[in-house]
């Protein structure tokens, strides 16, 4: 499989479906579809696959026009990344005129481990993504739910350092 640029870690980061792949009907590695947001209905891709380029995950085009130099060669990338579940539209940090890479999903643990002084939920309140600190009603109440309800996504600018975590109710 691909080394994917803006997806660090498919093997450890990916969300796989035991649903066979509809292409070559591996069970090994799949995709699941329903993350595409494609027209297509796809139910599963094995990554095999996904890097024969046989379908490619649709960006909008307003997360398109977060880009303004070289952008056809990022989007192309990112539509040949696989998807993080449950981020709507695709919807993709953008961070020094980049995709951000995606490193994973955390829980409290790692907050805890990443943050300097084991306050987990400082480090969430500070690299939660802004458009997301508005809307917060409660940070308790999200830092109890992450792991259940609640999914943290994290993303990484290779290029600054800069973190930012999406936040996504299942
Ligand atoms: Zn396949
Ligand atoms: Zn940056």
Known sequence: MNN????????????FT???CQFCGTTK?????V???SSDDISSICLECFDK??????IPEYIKNRIKNNRD????????CP???WIQNNDWPVCCDDFMVFIGEWEQEE??????????????????ADELKNIVESYDALWADLGYETAAFVFMCPNCGKKVVICQDY
């Open 111 to 128: 907050f805890c481990s990443h943050s300097t002084d084991g306050d987990g939920l400082s480090l969430l309140k500070e690299l939660l």
């Open 35 to 37: 993350f595409f947001e």
């Open 83 to 85: 998807p993080v579940p």
């Open 4 to 15: 994917y640029k803006y997806f660090d870690n498919v093997k450890k980061n990916g969300y």
């Open 29 to 33: 590695n799949c995709l699941d579809g």
């Open 53 to 58: 380029k046989k379908i490619h995950v649709s």
């Open 18 to 20: 035991e649903s066979p």
């Open 73 to 80: 060669q990022k989007v192309n990338e990112l539509q040949f």
